[in-house]
T-cell receptor
Framework: DQQVKQNSPSLSVQEGRISILNCDYT??????FLWYKKYPAEGPTFLIS?????DKNEDGRFTVFLNKSAKHLSLHIVPSQPGDSAVYFC?????????FGAGTILRVKS | NAGVMQNPRHLVRRRGQEARLRCSPM?????VYWYRQLPEEGLKFMVY????????ESGMPKERFSAEFPKEGPSILRIQQVVRGDSAAYFC???????????????FGDGTRLSIL
């Protein structure tokens, strides 16, 4: 049962443009969400999070939007940079653990 | 380096052998989580431990897998009688408090890549 879904396996964006990564969830009990970034051969690195009492959280070039009624969240990166090329995981706190999506590979072309 | 330390980074075992993966949490963190990532998939929760206690092992396979976090020393994930399907990247994460109650992000190590011949 995939409770957190990232339906786009990959995304390619031109440097300087906006990257939008999407995530859907099915469990209405989830109320805290996180985005992690992962480079090959490294562990995931925390990027940004959002509580369900908010619909937007911003940190520099990264903004996360949450639509509770649609059970959907998105990560916006603007402007995108080549160093942003990585795998991005959406995750939700589910009980004692993080529940992860399968990830989206972001490629930022210079 | 004050981050989560995992060793070894790479481990090769033959079928039937035992694999031991170690994780030292960040300084001041007493909560440890183990996740497994199979190729082309996201990270899947295995077990959550505090010092000397297993809090949640709902993601652990029922056989061959065990985990501990002793009072002294690193957390250990042990896989007995390994099979080809155990080949994966195993990640450890730590947090200073029970993550969900504080909404703390988990901090991850760089993982151990286990290959079974």
């Amino acid at each position: 049962d995939q409770q957190v879904k990232q339906n786009s396996p990959s995304l390619s964006v031109q440097e300087g443009r906006i990257s939008i990564l999407n995530c859907d969830y099915t469990n209405s009990m989830f109320d805290y969400f996180l985005w992690y970034k992962k480079y090959p051969a490294e562990g995931p690195t925390f990027l940004i999070s959002i509580s369900s009492i908010k619909d937007k959280n911003e940190d520099g070039r990264f903004t996360v939007f949450l639509n509770k009624s649609a059970k959907h969240l998105s990560l916006h990166i603007v402007p995108s940079q080549p160093g942003d090329s990585a795998v991005y995981f959406c995750a939700a706190w589910g009980g004692n653990k993080l529940v992860f999506g399968a990830g989206t590979i972001l490629r930022v072309k210079s | 380096n004050a981050g989560v330390m995992q060793n070894p980074r790479h481990l090769v075992r033959r079928r039937g052998q035992e694999a031991r993966l170690r994780c030292s949490p960040m300084k001041g963190h007493s909560h440890v989580y183990w996740y497994r990532q199979l190729p082309e998939e996201g990270l899947k929760f295995m077990v959550y431990l505090q010092k000397e206690n297993i809090i949640d092992e709902s993601g652990m396979p029922k056989e061959r897998f065990s985990a501990e976090f002793p009072k002294e020393g690193p957390s250990i994930l042990r896989i007995q009688q390994v099979v080809r399907g155990d080949s994966a990247a195993y990640f450890c994460a730590s947090s200073p408090r029970r993550g969900r109650l504080s909404n703390q992000p988990q901090h991850f190590g760089d993982g151990t890549r286990l290959s079974i011949l």
